[in-house]
Antibody, heavy 122, light 108 residues
Framework: EVQLVQSGAEVKKPGESLKISCKGS????????IGWVRQMPGKGLEWMGI????????RYSPSFQGQVTISADKSISTAYLQWSSLKASDTAMYYC???????????????WGQGTTVTVSS | SSELTQDPAVSVALGQTVRITCQGD??????ASWYQQKPGQAPVLVIY???NRPSGIPDRFSGSNSGNTASLTITGAQAEDEADYYC???????????FGGGTKVTVL
């Protein structure tokens, strides 16, 4: 079974660092872009960025460039989303998703993780 | 970057047909995908490549793309179809992706 399993909920204080994870199984993890999507409370989906685990090529949405770091460890089929200094406005649900993204075409995000809730509060 | 615009909310009577639209100039260049999200759950891909259903998605869900407007149609809406629906497309920026704002579908 193809699946993405994310790390558990986090409660942090402003200014703290955080790294959440997304482990893939049941497919060739290095062959597909994997990305992160933010959903703030009561709001819509926002695309943050993606990484190609095969060569660690990474792309960021302009809205998130410089705010987060996306990385991957292909040896353990795991992608990461990292903050160096959290803000209260980072409070949200974060999903990882496998992207069917190719040079000329894009066919959607076919596999999603269950989501990781991040709460940032003093 | 480009934008995708969706109506915030639509309602449909049980068993009737509802069309959800997504507008954006980028849709003239790239395929649209659609996602269903129910409260407290992760999104689920229901349409990809404008009009293709992943395995396991009921055939009452269909998609189309004409000009700068993509559409998701639910033919014979069921109570379990009540959810938020998001359109999604590739952006002109290399290997970037964008979402529409989402449409809340209420089944009456």
């Amino acid at each position: 079974e193809v699946q993405l399993v994310q790390s558990g909920a986090e409660v942090k204080k402003p200014g703290e660092s955080l790294k959440i994870s997304c482990k893939g199984s049941g497919y060739s993890f290095t062959s597909y872009w994997i990305g992160w999507v933010r959903q703030m409370p009561g709001k819509g989906l926002e695309w943050m960025g993606i990484i190609y685990p095969g060569d660690s090529d990474t792309r960021y949405s302009p809205s998130f460039q410089g705010q987060v770091t996306i990385s991957a460890d292909k040896s353990i089929s795991t992608a990461y989303l990292q903050w160096s200094s959290l803000k209260a406005s980072d409070t949200a649900m974060y999903y990882c998703a496998s992207h069917q993204l190719y040079r000329r075409n894009y066919y959607g995000m076919d596999v999603w993780g269950q989501g990781t809730t991040v709460t940032v509060s003093s | 970057s480009s934008e995708l615009t969706q109506d915030p909310a639509v309602s449909v009577a049980l068993g009737q047909t509802v069309r959800i639209t997504c507008q954006g100039d980028i849709l003239t260049s790239y395929y649209a995908s659609w996602y269903q999200q129910k409260p407290g759950q992760a999104p689920v891909l229901v349409i990809y490549g404008n009009n293709n259903r992943p395995s396991g998605i009921p055939d009452r869900f269909s998609g189309s793309n004409s000009g700068n407007t993509a559409s998701l149609t639910i033919t014979g809406a069921q109570a379990e179809d009540e959810a938020d629906y998001y359109c999604n497309c590739r952006d002109n920026n290399d290997y970037h992706v964008i979402f529409g704002g989402g449409t809340k579908v209420t089944v009456l």
